[in-house]
């Protein structure tokens, strides 16, 4: 008879909560106790196995068929509170989303100017851009003259110049609202961008005549003399303002300067480092400026102002003979009176870096 008791107490004891009687007035239990019978009160203090019992009681207790002190109708009416609470706070963020993109102007940005998020210290400073670009986050272009396709060959860099240009090579449905805007005064071109037309800008108006720089000549990378396409990046309503006498223009490029640059937006790509100098025959710039020395962007393509059909113009910096299987530094910079440099050689304002290696 008393092994049956000390059984049904054992058991009693597995599925109660164990509380010490001490403490049970600071206890959550303590309000509700009267109302429930698992919960024992204990004279001693708690032991690990006491422990042990109310956490896999709180887990699931077998006695009440409760799972985390709660039983299926209290998890119920949880979840349906959760549930009515989540969907309100869904809709209600989602009807001030749609809200929000109602209100907003889907060509132009609201912050313009020094107020843009890309606005520093001292203003919009545009940055440049090179193709080919085989992965946004790496600078490095490697090829192989002597593999025509699959990994750093050359056939993977021709393929990445092309996606980028193919846009220039056509006339799409957007060329009907494009204009000559070197026949265009310039005072006039502001107002046409506004209606939504923009410059035509198609391969050929890179270079009047021969270029060296087009697919049936393989952007010259089967002869180890690669071309790679320079552009600037869009910023929507800047205006460049060019150099307009020798005295403006920086010291490294002033020996270049003639006075039919002061519509040009000029481009100069080098060596970054001494040693890469030395390690570079020759550079030819290639673009509607026709100086070999130096590339130039015509002004009256800007500013950009989201038009359909935008097309950016670029320029060719060739490199007409590099050292194969050594890395090359390079870098690219645009000139203008606001176009700012920093004297860090690793800063890239106004400027753009790539690293050549050729096999």
Not at 67 to 90: H, N, P, T, V
Not at 95 to 114: F, H, Q, S
Request: glycine share 6%; proline share 6%; aromatic share 12%.
């Amino acid at each position: 008879m008393d092994s049956n008791e000390d059984s049904f107490e054992n058991k009693f004891l597995r599925e109660s909560y164990i509380v010490r009687a001490r403490t049970l007035l600071r206890s959550p239990l303590y309000p509700i106790k009267e109302n429930r019978d698992d919960i024992y009160i204990k004279d001693g203090p708690l032991t690990g196995l006491d422990y042990v019992s109310n956490i896999r009681n709180y887990l699931w207790n077998r006695k009440t068929k409760r799972f985390c002190a709660r039983d299926g109708l209290e998890w119920a009416k949880l979840g349906c509170c959760y549930f009515i609470y989540l969907f309100a706070l869904g809709i209600l963020f989602s009807a001030l989303v749609i809200v929000y993109m109602l209100l907003l102007d889907k060509k132009t940005p609201r912050r313009l100017g020094n107020d843009s998020a890309i606005a520093f210290d001292g203003g919009i400073n545009p940055g440049l851009g090179f193709r080919p670009q085989l992965h946004m986050d790496r600078s490095l272009l490697k090829w192989r003259s002597s593999r025509k396709t699959g990994h750093e060959s050359t056939g993977q860099l021709i393929d990445n110049i092309q996606e980028w240009g193919k846009l220039h090579t056509v006339k799409d449905q957007f060329h009907q609202q494009m204009i000559d805007c070197a026949a265009v005064p310039r005072h006039l071109l502001i107002d046409y961008f506004r209606q939504g037309l923009s410059c035509i800008f198609l391969v050929t108006d890179v270079k009047p005549g021969p270029n060296p720089c087009t697919k049936p000549k393989s952007f010259g990378y089967h002869k180890g003399r690669p071309c790679i396409l320079i552009k600037i990046n869009r910023i929507f309503g800047w205006i460049p303002e060019p150099y307009q006498s020798k005295e403006e223009v920086p010291i490294e490029i002033r020996h270049l300067w003639q006075p039919n640059m002061k519509n040009f937006i000029l481009i100069k790509c080098f060596g970054q480092y001494p040693t890469d100098e030395d390690l570079i025959d020759q550079i030819d710039h290639i673009s509607i400026l026709g100086n070999k020395a130096i590339g130039g962007i015509p002004t009256y393509y800007y500013p950009f102002l989201n038009q359909p059909g935008y097309r950016q113009p670029y320029i060719w910096a060739q490199f007409i003979k590099i050292e194969s299987n050594v890395l090359i530094n390079i870098i690219c910079r645009a000139y203008a009176r606001n176009i700012r440099h920093s004297t860090d050689i690793e800063d890239m304002t106004g400027a753009v870096h790539f690293e050549l290696f050729f096999e």
